[in-house]
């Protein structure tokens, strides 16, 4: 486990400003909520007859006037897209970097062989999100404690299992690309999270690009269309799981064969 332990060590920086980031934006949307909440039955009307842009948001599935439905669109997006981007950070950093630093020599004449190297490393990755997800989620439920609302429960857990699953796919598939750079992929990583959450955005204003829900994580994480329906859209969420699976088995298949750089 040393390298577990060494990657969770050097991630922790980037893990606290991110979950402290992401924590602090969504208590500060769900301060907010009281004093908005008798103005957003007029705000719900008039995103309802903004055509696209309402349609792009699930803004007509949802009402602003209920709590979990301020909290399904505000902070949804700030958990989703903030929690993509971060998952897709680790992700493309994670094998990469050894190469960029030119750690990848030393590292690899120890006793420790590459199989256990990506399987440590892609554990460290996927724990790091995990621990992200239930601290956002327990801050969650205390900003609902503090303006004095109670979140529908099944809701409530089934948004933050969407979201968790969303990013551990974009986790799996940026970590496959990792296998492939042998210089950092900040630009990468961060350019394909925000593809997949424009490809959503897209998926939901134009029926022609309906399709484009099966590429993306973000359709089966999308909020308003879980507090609507009450459930994950299960066809999807497999797929997405499939996908993840896809990428962690590419990435140890390339990095095992891999000519690495010192």
Wanted: hydrophobic share 55%; net charge negative; glycine share 10%.
């Amino acid at each position: 486990m040393t390298v577990f332990l060494h990657e969770l060590r050097r991630g922790r920086t980037a893990f606290w400003v991110w979950t402290a980031s992401i924590s602090l934006l969504l208590l500060t949307c769900m301060v907010l909520f009281p004093e908005m909440s008798g103005q957003m039955d007029g705000v719900t009307k008039l995103f309802a007859n903004m055509g696209g842009f309402t349609a792009a948001f699930g803004m007509d599935r949802v009402s602003f006037g209920d709590v979990m439905g301020f909290y399904a669109i505000e902070c949804g997006n700030i958990i989703g897209l903030g929690g993509a981007l971060y998952a897709a950070l680790l992700g493309i950093e994670s094998l990469s970097r050894e190469e960029q630093g030119h750690t990848a020599e030393f590292l690899l004449t120890h006793p420790i062989s590459r199989t256990r190297l990506v399987a440590e490393k892609l554990a460290a990755v996927l724990t790091q999100l995990l621990m992200m997800n239930a601290l956002v989620m327990l801050l969650a439920w205390l900003s609902f404690i503090m303006i004095g609302e109670t979140p529908a429960i099944p809701d409530f857990i089934l948004l933050h299992l969407a979201f968790t699953a969303m990013q551990l796919e974009i986790a799996c598939i940026c970590f496959a690309a990792s296998a492939f750079l042998r210089r950092g992929g900040l630009g990468i990583g961060i350019g394909a999270a925000l593809l997949m959450y424009f490809l959503h955005i897209l998926s939901n204003i134009s029926e022609q690009a309906e399709f484009l829900r099966y590429v993306t994580p973000f359709a089966y994480a999308d909020a308003a269309s879980i507090l609507a329906d009450g459930r994950i859209e299960l066809p999807l969420l497999l797929l997405g799981l499939g996908y993840a699976a896809v990428g962690a088995v590419i990435a140890f298949r390339v990095y095992l064969k891999k000519d690495i750089a010192a």
